[in-house]
């Protein structure tokens, strides 16, 4: 069942759960939930096709994902906003001036180089959404590594990538993720984006993994490491307790924000 009086976003957010959870969405029967008017679920879905997750069909739409896919860069900007921003401003605040920093792709790690505007940092980010973030900051010594960027992630990929990480040396790096399997696995739904996360891993004196709660228990295709292999994590309140408790106890340091 829908929340009722959420804002249009967690609106977005609750119709693609139910996308991917039931493989169709209603459109009287998400109007009468959300109490909203029929016109405005329209355009919600307009919108979710527009962004290639639905296919509109009379009455409503039908899901365009396959099973285990991500989604869209642009439709996961629109997934728990304010949790991403709390946890982007606590890995910020572990981060001291001066460090060498190294930033994965996703946008839990985009919302982290926004919290890291103005700060005097080396930064080397894996994505151009990042990289944009950083720009406009005087006080950011930008590095951007080579590869392929990967259509509408924008995420650097590929061998040159590869290089441009293994030539340095993170004082930290930040770290995001496509899920953690119910085993306590790192996973990512593109191999090209894991290897960036190995690589980053191996080149840092300390790694951050920072997601929200909804990650815990998603699966995708490739597995990147043990959770267990990180030295911090950060997450929200929605994470479960038992991960958590688990995280500790092999540990490492959690930050529930």
């Known amino acids: 069942?829908?929340?009722?009086?959420?804002?249009?976003?967690?609106?977005?957010?609750?119709?693609?759960?139910?996308?991917?959870?039931?493989?169709?969405?209603?459109?009287?029967?998400?109007?009468?939930?959300?109490?909203?008017?029929?016109?405005?679920?329209?355009?919600?879905?307009?919108?979710?096709?527009?962004?290639?997750?639905?296919?509109?069909?009379?009455?409503?739409?039908?899901?365009?994902?396959?099973?285990?896919?991500?989604?869209?860069?642009?439709?996961?900007?629109?997934?728990?906003?304010?949790?991403?921003?709390?946890?982007?401003?606590?890995?910020?605040?572990?981060?001291?001036?001066?460090?060498?920093?190294?930033?994965?792709?996703?946008t839990t790690v985009v919302e982290t180089a926004r919290a890291l505007t103005g700060r005097r940092l080396t930064v080397m980010p894996m994505s151009l959404h990042a990289a944009m973030a950083l720009a406009g900051s005087p006080s950011i010594r930008l590095m951007l590594p080579g590869g392929e960027t990967r259509a509408g992630e924008l995420a650097m990929v590929g061998p040159m990538a590869l290089a441009g990480i293994a030539a340095l040396r993170f004082d930290t790096v930040v770290l995001g993720c496509c899920g953690v399997s119910p085993e306590g696995q790192m996973m990512a739904h593109d191999l090209g984006d894991a290897a960036v996360k190995l690589a980053l891993l191996a080149s840092a004196r300390r790694s951050v993994l920072a997601l929200d709660g909804a990650k815990f228990g998603r699966a995708a295709l490739a597995v990147v490491c043990e959770l267990a292999a990180v030295d911090v994590v950060v997450t929200d309140g929605s994470a479960p307790d038992s991960a958590a408790a688990a995280l500790e106890a092999a540990g490492v340091e959690v930050h529930r924000v």
Not at 85 to 103: K, T
Request: aromatic fraction near 2%.
């Open 1 to 106: 069942m829908y929340a009722t009086g959420v804002d249009a976003t967690e609106r977005l957010s609750e119709l693609v759960g139910t996308l991917r959870r039931d493989g169709r969405i209603d459109v009287a029967a998400a109007a009468a939930e959300f109490g909203t008017a029929e016109l405005t679920i329209r355009r919600d879905l307009d919108l979710l096709v527009a962004r290639g997750v639905a296919r509109r069909v009379r009455g409503g739409a039908v899901n365009l994902l396959m099973r285990g896919e991500a989604l869209p860069f642009a439709m996961r900007e629109l997934e728990a906003v304010d949790s991403k921003r709390r946890i982007a401003a606590a890995v910020a605040a572990l981060i001291s001036d001066g460090e060498a920093v190294g930033l994965d792709s996703g």
